[in-house]
């Protein structure tokens, strides 16, 4: 008599650390779903699709909604300045041309009236609305103690704006520019600024060689920080938004970290295969709040360690667990030789900045479509079955919704096998099962099965999970 396991629930497990090991109801990959609004149903997620058209023409380091109702986004080596209207219409609003240093746009940020963006050796800022628009803007308002083309991040504090540069934390207060406000080690450079409680969190990377680095905690306006806490990675990239609490991705290797403001605590890692040349990175703004869970966006940074593009770590609520899920894809479908750039919500809606560097460099920014969701799948950890013997397994899909044009894809990996191979499928309407033709996969001694929900415009699919027969 064969045994039924039922997989469901997957909102409770989320992404697996392997394909071989994962906490209970987590599946080896979960892409493009939504397991979180409907807690127990599995649905298509909102796909993204490519808004900016042509015009922007290289990497964005940060996507800016300002104000004046317009949602700005900034050229890391170019230091264009391109405008997306409430509307949807894309334009190249200016390029940066400072007096010194490179034009390349590392940081912006909106603060009291002025959009401040930094630049390898200066600080630019335009007023907010003003009749010239940027036209009037000035490229070299103040100018940096150190230069540093890699790292000048912007956060702003207790009505304060800081600005990272080099071992140098630098502020705008009262419009007034200072650019030693704290010195640290000579030692650091500063790569992130975040908060914690009403303190900024600096996140800082010594050199590539160095495994190790420091965030620190200082309130703003004391001669020194308040504590520090070494961190063995090399360098903090990203601090993630998330409510009441403090998240930073760090090094190379998928890692993620919280921070209580005196100590950071790993508390998961990006599933993946990493090595000397296998690495993946967070960049500095590929990081928001949507949809009431921290998300960011890995980038391969040599080689493909894991899967690329928009990871969410959170839960329905309070009562669940915080779990990990590749959210969204980008607009090309690729998830490897990917980089998340930038990210930012803006009401309903999720930007998001790439990179693509398959068969050549692409670049773009992509919206969430709320009118059309993505095919998304998830995948089971090994199942083992009698290495010895080996076993004939079952399968079924059951499911509460199958709109007109919608469909279950069910494919499988028999003993190990390098590709899927896609099984024939029968919709038993009146039970409300999809069931599964699994011949092709005789005396199995180990398999993985793939069950990919695909839409139909803004229709989904809604699954429960896997059924099981061994």
């Known amino acids: 008599m064969k045994q039924l396991f039922e997989l ?3 909102n409770l497990g989320g992404m697996a650390d392997s394909r071989y090991q994962g906490i209970a109801n987590s599946m080896a990959n979960i ?3 939504d397991i979180h609004s409907e807690p127990g149903a599995i649905k298509c997620n909102q796909a993204l699709v490519k808004d ?3 015009t922007v023409d290289g990497p964005v380091s940060k996507i800016l909604p300002c104000t004046d109702g317009n949602t700005y986004f900034f050229g890391k080596t170019s230091g264009k300045i391109w405008k997306r209207t409430s509307g949807g219409v894309w334009s190249l609003e200016a390029t940066a041309s400072p007096a010194a ?3 390349g746009i590392l ?6 009236g002025y959009i401040y963006y930094s630049m390898q050796s200066r600080l630019g800022r335009v007023a907010v609305g003003a009749p010239t628009a940027w036209a009037g803007r000035d490229d070299s308002w103040a100018t940096f103690l150190n230069t540093n083309a890699t790292y000048h991040p912007i956060k702003e504090k207790n009505k304060i704006l800081y600005i990272g ?5 630098a502020q705008v207060e009262g419009g007034l520019f200072t650019g030693d406000a704290l010195d640290l080690d000579s030692t650091y450079t500063v790569t992130a600024l975040g908060e914690s409680g009403e303190s900024l969190a600096i996140g800082t990377i010594i050199a590539n060689n160095v495994n190790w680095c420091r965030v620190f905690r200082w309130n703003g306006w004391a001669i020194s920080w308040t504590v520090d806490d070494q961190v063995p990675e090399v360098g903090i990239r990203a601090f993630i938004p998330a409510d009441n609490l403090t998240l930073f991705a760090a090094g190379t290797k998928g890692n993620v970290y919280s921070y209580d403001g005196n100590y950071g605590q790993h508390v998961k890692r990006i599933p993946g295969i990493y090595t000397s040349t296998n690495k993946a990175v967070v960049a500095l703004n590929a990081v928001a709040h949507f949809d009431r869970r921290p998300m960011f966006g890995i980038s391969y940074d040599s080689g493909n360690p894991c899967l690329q593009g928009v990871y969410s770590f959170g839960g329905y609520s309070n009562n669940y667990p915080n779990v990990l899920v590749l959210d969204y894809v980008i607009s090309t479908g690729h998830t490897a030789n990917v980089k998340i750039l930038s990210m930012e919500a803006s009401g309903d809606l999720l930007f998001v900045a790439w990179q693509d560097d398959n068969g050549g460099t692409t670049y773009g920014v992509d919206v969430l479509d709320l009118s059309n969701k993505a095919t998304g799948y998830f995948e089971t950890r090994i ?3 009698d290495r010895l013997n080996g076993k004939q397994i079952g399968l079924a899909v059951p499911y509460r919704e199958l709109p007109t044009g919608t469909s279950v894809v069910v494919k499988a990996k028999n003993n190990y ?4 191979t896609t099984l024939t499928t029968v919709v038993d309407a009146e039970h409300m099962i999809i069931n599964v033709d699994t011949t092709d996969l005789p005396d199995s001694q180990a398999f993985e099965v793939r069950v990919e929900l695909v839409p139909s415009s803004n229709d989904t699919p809604v699954v429960e999970g896997l059924v099981i027969a061994i």
Request: glycine share 14%.
């Open 8 to 10: 469901k629930d997957i």
């Open 107 to 112: 940081d912006a940020y909106e603060f009291e």
């Open 383 to 385: 199942i083992n079955t």
């Open 101 to 103: 240093g490179s034009a």
């Open 417 to 420: 096998a390098t590709s899927w």
């Open 165 to 169: 540069d080099g071992f140098y934390i």
């Open 52 to 54: 900016s058209g042509t």
């Open 31 to 33: 892409v493009g779903l």
